[in-house]
């Protein structure tokens, strides 16, 4: 293998072989961790984000209605305030 590369490919008449020296490859745990950690938040945050905007009237199993009306009253004032065709229901 080369000093510049770690890699050594070899080929033959029906096959490639490819050869690579592990001690000269970066160990980064502390990215790997940080990386399983961020993604073990990340995706069950954003699945339940997403629920809650398809499934809008389970918004109000979850929250205080007092919360689910500023919530609803903000959004129509920021439709309305660009012109957005928006408009809630209210149970």
Not at 40 to 52: E, H, L, N, R
Request: hydrophobic share 50%; with cysteine.
């Amino acid at each position: 293998m080369s000093a510049e590369c770690p890699l050594e490919k070899t080929e033959d008449a029906l096959k490639v072989r490819i050869d690579w020296d592990n001690r000269r490859v970066r160990h980064d745990k502390f990215l790997l961790w940080f990386l399983v950690l961020f993604w073990i938040i990340w995706a069950p945050v954003t699945v339940f984000a997403t629920s809650m905007i398809f499934l809008s009237e389970a918004i109000g199993y979850w929250l205080h209605p007092s919360v689910k009306e500023k919530i609803f009253c903000d959004l129509e004032e920021f439709a309305s305030r660009r012109k957005l065709p928006i408009a809630f229901q209210r149970y």
